[in-house]
T-cell receptor
Framework: GENVEQHPSTLSVQEGDSAVIKCTYSDSASNYFPWYKQELGKGPQLIIDIRSNVGEKKDQRIAVTLNKTAKHFSLHITETQPEDSAVYFCARKGDTGRRALTFGSGTRLQVQP | GAGVSQTPSNKVTEKGKYVELRCDPISGHTALYWYRQSLGQGPEFLIYFQGTGAADDSGLPNDRFFAVRPEGSVSTLKIQRTERGDSAVYLC????????????????FGAGSRLTVL
């Protein structure tokens, strides 16, 4: 279906280390994969996204990779900083079925100073 | 406005009461979404408006939930006969029409309305 599985649910890293969060999907019609960051008391905010015709996209310390064959995509954060601590959500959308984003269950990232 | 505004930020009500939650989207954004987020979970889709009409309401859990957007800007989510299981944060998001049709559906979320049903 249109569900997205996200792992891990919690992730703790030392400041300066890298963090990787992975999501898998089953709907082969999925063609848009954004990542959102949610801080306490706020709504989710888009941090990076990727279309299905691209395998990788990078924006400073964050990058997203997409493997369409395996139906998974990952968020990579390098040189983590305490302000990266938040809950991160992956999402997907396709051109068929529901015309809205379907979100994963979230990953709580804690960056230890 | 500068962002998506949601009111009230917090609402405490008793079981069985009627509740209205308001969303004021970014000016010019024709697409508007309602999501529900339970503690420790990702946002769960409820309904999507394109202009004044509900283009997709498949996420509404039952007929106690209803949403309107009469003039294509402000939207109201209405919940009748509230139940304790309705307790959650209700998020509203909007996006410009171009991103909807391009497939890269960039949503701007409000801070949410936290509903607690006692």
């Amino acid at each position: 279906g249109e569900n997205v599985e996200q792992h891990p649910s919690t992730l703790s890293v030392q400041e300066g280390d890298s963090a990787v969060i992975k999501c898998t999907y089953s709907d082969s019609a999925s063609n848009y994969f954004p990542w959102y960051k949610q801080e306490l008391g706020k709504g989710p905010q888009l941090i990076i996204d990727i279309r299905s015709n691209v395998g990788e996209k990078k924006d400073q310390r964050i990058a997203v990779t997409l493997n369409k064959t395996a139906k998974h995509f990952s968020l990579h954060i390098t040189e983590t900083q305490p302000e990266d601590s938040a809950v991160y959500f992956c999402a997907r959308k396709g051109d068929t079925g529901r015309r809205a984003l379907t979100f994963g269950s979230g990953t709580r990232l804690q960056v230890q100073p | 406005g500068a962002g998506v505004s949601q009111t009230p930020s917090n609402k405490v009500t008793e079981k069985g009461k009627y509740v209205e939650l308001r969303c004021d989207p970014i000016s010019g954004h024709t697409a508007l979404y309602w999501y529900r987020q339970s503690l420790g979970q990702g946002p769960e889709f409820l309904i999507y408006f394109q202009g004044t009409g509900a283009a997709d309401d498949s996420g509404l859990p039952n007929d106690r939930f209803f949403a309107v957007r009469p003039e294509g800007s402000v939207s109201t989510l209405k919940i009748q006969r509230t139940e304790r299981g309705d307790s959650a944060v209700y998020l509203c998001a909007s996006s410009p029409i171009e991103t909807v049709f391009s497939g890269a559906n960039v949503l701007t979320f409000g801070a949410g309305s936290r509903l607690t049903v006692l």
